[in-house]
């Protein structure tokens, strides 16, 4: 048996242990006719000032999640909007797509929502709305989202395929939201 030095042993005694990461209590998606929805709900480990931070730094949301490969901020008004164009290399099963996607953001409290722009966009419809608030594990994330690729998506990929690829990138997301908040 190793020896293990005493100042490390008290290092390790007074060292807080990391909190649970993320408590997911809801996580559905689907996609019926080419129309995508995803419900996410869930505690994140940190406290929601720095979850807000996160969620409303546009310019890092590539951090986030592997599959934006490039995410800019266009445009912010004084009125708390922000037009933000985002890059994504969306992947079901053996079928991938670039998609590029402007959405025009507006920033309520502790609450974003998320519309589409289609004319500027690959997508013809979607919003979501992302919602927090203090919880006694840290912060409860309400995640909603819907909507309509303006390209052809196989209807095997789409039926088989999209909906889990659709939960698994929404759990990575706020894992990476979760790890980022703590950090900060």
Aim: proline fraction near 5%; glycine fraction near 4%; charged fraction near 25%.
């Amino acid at each position: 048996m190793r020896f293990i030095p005493a100042a490390i042993l008290a290092a390790l005694a007074v060292c807080p242990w990391p909190a649970t990461a993320l408590d997911v209590t809801a996580l559905e998606a689907s996609v019926t006719d080419n129309h995508f929805r995803v419900r996410f709900e869930a505690v994140l480990a940190a406290p929601p000032e720095r979850v807000a931070q996160v969620l409303t730094d546009y310019a890092g949301y590539a951090e986030l999640d592997p599959r934006i490969r490039a995410s800019k901020v266009l445009s912010a008004t004084d009125a708390g909007q922000v037009l933000v164009r985002t890059t994504v290399r969306a992947c079901a099963a053996f079928f991938c797509r670039t998609v590029h996607r402007t959405e025009q953001v507006t920033q309520l409290d502790d609450r974003l929502v998320a519309t589409v722009v289609p004319a500027a966009s690959d997508v013809t419809y979607g919003v979501a709305v992302t919602r927090w608030r203090d919880d006694p594990g840290g912060t409860r994330v309400w995640y909603e989202a819907e909507f309509e690729p303006g390209f052809w998506v196989p209807e095997i990929v789409a039926r088989r395929y999209a909906a889990a690829s659709l939960r698994d990138s929404v759990r990575r997301l706020f894992e990476n939201v979760e790890a980022k908040a703590r950090a900060h």
